[in-house]
């Protein structure tokens, strides 16, 4: 997912997206610890997507520059 997608969603789509994103860091964590093998791929993508729709938020609310 870019950022020009995200900058045309609103807020509440945008929080459910984040929710949806941390659920999915949280099950691959899980994965991780129970022996099971991820994609390690997968990891630093979920965090990425993570800090690119918090930037998006956070341009949202009024505190960035575009």
């Given at each position: 997912?870019?950022?020009k ?8 789509e ?17 994965q ?6 991820p994609?390690?791929?997968?990891f630093?993508?979920v965090?990425?997507n ?17």
């Amino acid at each position: 997912m870019d950022a020009k997608e995200l900058r045309t969603k609103s807020a509440t789509e945008l929080a459910d997206e984040l929710v949806k994103l941390r659920k999915e860091q949280f099950a691959l964590r899980m994965q991780r610890a129970t022996g099971q093998s991820p994609k390690p791929d997968q990891f630093g993508k979920v965090r990425r997507n993570i800090a690119r729709l918090k930037t998006v938020l956070r341009q949202q609310a009024g505190g960035g520059a575009k």
